[in-house]
């Protein structure tokens, strides 16, 4: 079965934009709570790297990691593709061969 890879593409930068605004707005929310919960997720000390954010700021971020994201979606999809492909052909000549030579086959690799 191939995928979409354009509704992959599409689906999974719609999620990374979701999940991009709500990140944002639990930082709006509760900045301290939101460096302090990051401290520990990622071992590091946030509050020295923060930078007050502007609303271009926050927008072209968002369309950044939406775009980034699709392209992650376009690769992995057309990834998943070949090698569903490659795959197929592969069980496809099994299924067509011989059980003698098809153990043969699995025996010395070919």
């Avoid at 979409?4 to 979701?18: F, L, M, R, S």
């Avoid at 999809?77 to 067509?96: G, P």
Wanted: overall charge positive; aromatic content about 10%; glycine content about 8%.
């Amino acid at each position: 079965m191939k995928l979409n890879v354009k509704a992959i593409a599409i689906a999974q930068g719609a999620v990374a934009g979701i999940l991009f605004v709500l990140c944002r707005l639990v930082f709006t929310l509760a900045p301290g709570g939101t460096i302090a919960a990051m401290k520990y997720l990622f071992h590091t000390e946030w509050s020295s790297v923060a930078v007050t954010m502007t609303w271009g700021g926050i927008f072209l971020g968002l369309v950044l990691f939406v775009v980034f994201a699709a392209l992650v979606g376009v690769a992995w999809a057309s990834i998943y593709n070949r090698l569903a492909t490659e795959s197929r052909v592969t069980s496809i000549r099994a299924s067509t061969t011989k059980p003698g030579k098809l153990a043969y086959q699995m025996l010395h690799l070919e």
